[in-house]
């Protein structure tokens, strides 16, 4: 069993930065593919970004392409998302999640119910 919480979220302009995190418990998550997803108020949960196990590797949604980094540090069992740039259409709950048991898998996955694990989400609200 593995714990996920965020946090970092908050109210923001347009235009700038947030960072979140993802802390780990009950178990290492180093060995596995970890993904950000959010969701918007009235929509579904939609993929933002995930990366490999070992962090070589990573993916993201077109609408944050170049504006997002996702990060790890498998020795804290965190993993980050960096948010620049940010557009009121950022505006949703972000959620960290685990695709366990696939240990050591070098591929990325963007569909939510490759993922085993999450968190419960912290909210990011960008102004205009």
């Known amino acids: 069993q593995v714990n996920l919480v965020e946090s970092g979220g908050g109210l923001v302009q347009a235009g700038t930065s947030l960072t979140l995190s993802c802390a780990a418990s009950?178990?290492?998550?180093?060995?596995?593919?970890m993904g950000w997803f959010r969701q918007a108020p009235g929509s579904e949960r939609t993929f933002v970004a995930a990366?490999?196990?070992?962090?070589?590797?990573?993916y993201y949604a077109d609408a944050v392409k170049g504006r997002f980094t996702i990060s790890r540090n498998n020795a804290n069992n965190m993993v980050y998302l960096q948010m620049d740039n940010l557009k009121p259409e950022d505006t949703a709950v972000y959620s960290c999640?685990?695709?366990?048991?696939?240990?050591?898998?070098?591929?990325?996955?963007?569909?939510?119910?490759?993922?085993?694990?999450w968190g419960q989400g912290t909210q990011v609200t960008v102004s205009s």
């Open positions: 999640a685990v695709r366990i048991p696939a240990r050591y898998d070098g591929n990325i996955y963007a569909a939510s119910n490759d993922y085993a694990y």
């Open positions: 990366i490999s196990w070992r962090g070589g590797t990573t």
């Open positions: 009950g178990r290492s998550v180093a060995d596995y593919v």
